[in-house]
């Protein structure tokens, strides 16, 4: 991979905190900021994945109840109550 330049303005009082804390940490400056990069650039790439994904999910759920696919709060509790009283049920008969 080519190298080139990269020149950006700081704090003074930042860069000496930073390239001291990279002395500290027995690491050059230069590896540091391209890991720093790296981390910033598949962060937003995820940010942006995550966001498409949201996106497609809020879509298919608007679709889904328009079309009347859905349950309402009540039904679900209704379904989920039955399942709890199955598995408290079993659970009895497999402790005797």
């Not at 999910?57 to 309402?72: I, P, S, W």
């Amino acid at each position: 991979m080519a190298n080139t330049m990269f020149t950006m303005k700081l704090d003074t009082e930042l860069r000496d905190e930073f390239m001291a804390e990279a002395a500290a940490a027995d690491r050059p400056a230069a590896q540091i900021m391209r890991e720093f990069m790296r981390e910033f650039i598949q962060k937003q790439k995820d940010e942006r994945e995550y966001k498409e994904f949201l996106r497609r999910k809020v879509e298919k759920a608007r679709g889904q109840m328009l079309r009347g696919e859905y349950r309402t709060s009540g039904e679900v509790e209704a379904i989920f109550a039955e399942k709890r009283a199955k598995l408290r049920r079993e659970a009895g008969k497999n402790t005797l």
